[in-house]
């Protein structure tokens, strides 16, 4: 059974930074691209970042280029996403995704993913 659990949201102040992690099991998680998804009250679920395979690219949604960073290693089976610069617009539910397609465009859609997280909160205030 595949499960992937992220961790690291809080409540964190303007301009503050947080790094979520999402621990993957019942997968060969090399095998996956990751990526990053959050959903605001209200809102459509948003892409925020995705990584290939083997960390080799590294793709970042508009809104938080340059703020975000997405890392993963292998060997523990997790992906990471650090979070700087933190707005208040950047409050959702964050969630981790898993996905065997390989092509850029795919990254950015949410149907193109196999599995998810249950999500992490991030709430920043002003």
């Known amino acids: 059974q595949v499960q992937l659990v992220e961790s690291g949201g809080g409540l964190v102040q303007a301009g503050g930074s947080l790094r979520l992690s999402c621990a993957a099991s019942g997968l060969t998680f090399s095998s996956y691209a990751m990526g990053w998804f959050r959903q605001a009250p209200g809102k459509e679920r948003e892409f925020v970042a995705a990584?290939?395979?083997?960390?080799?690219?590294?793709y970042y949604g508009d809104s938080v280029k340059g703020r975000f960073t997405i890392s993963r290693d292998d060997a523990k089976n997790t992906v990471y996403l650090q979070t700087n610069s933190l707005k208040p617009e950047d409050t959702a539910v964050y969630y981790c995704?898993?996905?065997?397609?390989?092509?850029?465009?795919?990254?950015?859609?949410?149907?193109?993913?196999?599995?998810w997280g249950q999500g992490t909160q991030i709430t920043v205030s002003s």
């Open positions: 995704a898993a996905t065997r397609v390989s092509y850029i465009s795919a990254y950015y859609d949410q149907s193109n993913y196999d599995y």
């Open positions: 990584i290939t395979r083997s960390s080799v690219f590294a």
